[in-house]
């Protein structure tokens, strides 16, 4: 291995410990750390973590998502199979004498359903609130669990909303709808049957939408761009349809709330620019916020509360140190760092993330953040364009390990927020209805011409990279721009939007409405057909760069049909291509033992191609599913 290199172990593999948390009386800490090799919910006494134990006992996937409920004794988890978006929520009694986790039960037993919690209130200790779509898969009723019996109770029947809104007693107050004009619905029922209450036009139906009701279910607070393009914090009073804007900013929108936890009022919200950014609303949270931003501890958010709001515990995100988790203590304005997610590479010499403007071809501000080797050459160095899926999603500023891993191979990395990306306004949304190929591609290629222009980038050795909504940005720079980059990586990408379109889980139907005025109307003739003109599939002939593309076997967002179809067009066309396939993943890949062997593959395909460092693939495949569907011969160095 080339000397200095960060191992990819050190930046792929499980975190030393993540995802703390606090439980509501304020005794205990809890956090995600290997158990075995797969993530595990750990619990110990604040004051003495060092005791904790492992409380569940997941030997597949890892737990993501765990939460803490009010009734003193209970966590709940949920957890898929194999990747294949079925969540099963499950209950752990933390104190509970098994220290293996042994107990952990399934509170939603049910096979082809997925759960979805929707409520954990301190009204109702004994009970939480969760979704299921067991009787209409399109469709979650509301259901409330018994923590300690699991007896599950039916709440409301969804007879075909996209989301319906409760108070802390699980009443349910309001629904939610979007319109096959592209509009959003806030229905309500006075009288007793759902008639429409408040509509946000086509417009403004991406960056408006209710978040909460205050504690007495009197006022709903939403984000509203109604009259204004960045999205708003107002107040919308049930009774009267009265509306009171409460905070707004000019360049970006409204992003998330901190709430006085009985009242559910707003004490501050948060902006994301180019930064985050946090504004009080009450005077009780001014000295609180004005101490955090004094420290030094990069970007931060708050994970989880006390219910007597005494004691916060912090998430943090810094470019160049990973990610660090903080219990903050409001009356002695004093932190105690919990734990380091990457200790390894406290001592390492990471690279600084660079935040950039760049102006797009017709006038648009793309923020993007630049990531450069920290070692300086001759010359421009090759770049990576890393794009972000979604669309309707976001690059933020902190410590990403794909920026870090390509820096350290001495490749530039550039990710843009496109025209699509949230956050910025409902005109920047807005300017990406129907330009999937189209103008938001453009916006990748005047990132990549403002890098090459500052010297940031080699114009011959340019890569681009993405999942998702970005493996498809990948297809269609190899595509669509054919000479541009000299390789594509994509991951789970779309590469035909007429079968995607088709194969959407049948529980994401409610939200046909704004794929179709996003990206085209596969229920028509024409609409097909404008699809097929911006899919990656009908232009494959024009592919001349070489291709390297991961599929999970069970990806139910982005199925194995979209890599399987355009690697056999590829085959029949004679174009290389290199296709690697996990037969236990889905959209992303969760176990470590396959994100090392993918990140070795993509590490020797990119080295082949723009000339970066390469770490040998050593032991990397060791305990992965991965499948050499095609092409591995066309890497030679992974032997």
Known sequence: MPSMLIPRAHLFGNPNRIAAQISPDGSLLSWLAPKDGVLNVFVGPVNAPQEARPVTDDRKRGIRFYAWTYDGRHLVYGQDEAGDENFHLYAVDVRAADPAGAAARDLTPFEGVTAQVQHISRSV?????????????????????????????????NPGFAALI??????????????????REILHRPDGAWTPWISFAPDDARSSFPDHLDAKARSLFCRDSRGRDTAALTRIDLATGATTLIAAHDKADIGGLLEDQETHEPLAYSVTTERLHYMALDSRIEADLSFLAGQDIGDWYV???????????????SDKRPSVDYLYDRA????????????ELANTRLAAMRPVTIRSRDGLDLVSYLTQPKDDAAGAPPMVLLVHGGPWARDVFGFHPLHQWLADRGYAVLGVNFRGSTGFGKAFINAADREWAGKMHDDLID?????????????????????????????????????????????????????????????????SPVWTARMGDHTTEEGRKFLASRSPLTHVDRIVRPMLIGQGGNDVRVTVAESDQIVAEMQRRNIPVTYVYYSDEGHGF????????????????????LGGSCEPVGEDF????????AGRNLIPSLG
Request: hydrophobic share 40%; proline share 4%; net charge neutral.
């Open 125 to 157: 200790r004994d009970r939480i609130l969760v979704g299921l779509n067991r009787r209409d898969p399109r469709f979650h009723d509301l259901h409330s669990i018994e923590l300690a019996t699991g007896n599950l109770a039916l709440v409301e029947e």
């Open 166 to 183: 409760t108070d802390d007693r699980y009443k349910v107050h309001l629904a939610v709808r979007d319109t096959a004009a592209g509009a």
């Open 303 to 317: 994970m989880s509360r006390t219910e007597d709001d005494r004691a916060w515990v912090l998430g943090t995100a």
């Open 332 to 343: 002695s304005r004093s932190l105690r760092e919990l734990h380091q997610a990457r200790p």
């Open 447 to 511: 990132a990549v011409d403002w890098a090459i222009a500052e010297r940031v980038a080699d114009p011959t050795r340019v890569a681009i990279y993405g999942a998702s909504y970005g493996g498809y940005s990948a297809l269609v720079g190899a595509t669509f721009t054919p000479q541009k980059f000299a390789c594509a990586v994509d991951l789970f990408g779309i590469s035909n939007l007429v079968t995607f379109a088709n194969a959407i889980p049948p529980y994401w139907r409610s939200w």
């Open 590 to 609: 969760r176990r470590p033992e396959n994100r090392h062997s993918f990140t070795a593959v993509v590490e020797a395909f990119l080295a082949q191609h």
């Open 622 to 629: 060791a305990g992965s599913s991965i499948e050499f569907r």
